[in-house]
């Protein structure tokens, strides 16, 4: 398994903007072949601070995933609201 954890913030005042399209792609994500757990998180301490957690079957199925359009349409979104670039941690899961 695949476990990718994603943090990115919201540039002042594009909070809901980024959490409207952020959440958008939960279901479509969620019923993609090999996702196993797909979960949106807001840090209750930094509003407009997001984490996104994922747990994949394989690799092969992320990178399905990456080339989604509603994905590729979020990361355009994302252009125009975050604070500052996406960090993205990939992890093998082994236990």
Known sequence: MIEAIF???????????????TLAIVEPTRSEEGCIQFVVLEDTDAPGTFFIRETWRDQAALDAHFAQPYLQELV??????????????????YA
């Not at 990115?8 to 409207?20: H, I, N, S, T, V």
């Not at 355009?76 to 899961?93: F, S």
């Open 7 to 21: 943090a990115f913030r919201a540039k002042p005042g594009k909070e809901d903007q980024l959490r409207e399209a």
């Open 76 to 93: 355009e979104i994302h252009k125009q609201i975050l604070a500052e670039p996406l960090k993205q941690h990939t992890l093998k899961v």
